[in-house]
């Protein structure tokens, strides 16, 4: 069975490969090396194309260096911003796209769709929203191409560790953790949730959902989770 590949596009004029010098105002490119590990491990073939800056050269220079894959996932340019180009530009190239946004923290700005042909899937440039949306999009892709009859993953159950909010008009995947006590697997979010905070993703071992629309929930309740 051939491995499906993945090209890797990262976004943005902000962004450097680690061991660069960073300028004024501009963040280490690290979203994409998650990214690859995961599909890796999933038993997919990355291949991280270099960054496209902030212009139609070279988002379209990148593009056309994606030709080939059997998926392609770009990082950042997605959501509605001066220099957000990606959307923009793939349509001009004959993105056809299947959606654009979705009920869901982090991870809203996601967009889907057909690139000349190709599955395309355009994550936040947000770290925790652009793993967590790989983790719930692109993995279960990248399992279908291998021929996975059930390439999402199943949610598991447990029961809640601690008193939870109310969760509002989109669907919450928590950063948690999970413990075992008398048996019983037992999910705790982690009280910061700010999507910018890799060091509370990197602590987490599951992702606790709460539906979209659902109320306030108390520590001992039933909840529902992905391994991660």
Known sequence: LRHPEVA?????????????????DQIIASNSFAIKALIEAAGGTARMLPIARDTETSLRAVFDLAEGADLMVTIGGASV??????????ENLGLERAFYKIAMRPGKPLMAGLMRGTPMLGLPGNPVSAIVCAHLFVLPLVRAMLGDPAPVAPLRHAILGCDVEPT????????????????Q???????QQDSALLGVLAAADALLL???????????????????
């Open 81 to 90: 911003g001066d220099h957000d180009m990606v959307a923009k530009l793939a």
């Open 8 to 24: 890797i596009i990262a976004t943005g004029d902000e962004l450097v490969i680690p061991g660069e010098t960073q300028g004024p």
């Open 185 to 191: 697997t037992v999910i705790t979010p982690f009280q």
């Open 210 to 228: 709460r539906p979209l629309g659902d109320g306030a929930r108390r520590s001992g309740e039933a909840a529902r989770y992905l391994p991660i």
């Open 168 to 183: 509002g008009p989109r669907a919450h995947y928590m950063r948690a953790r999970l413990d075992l006590t008398s048996g």
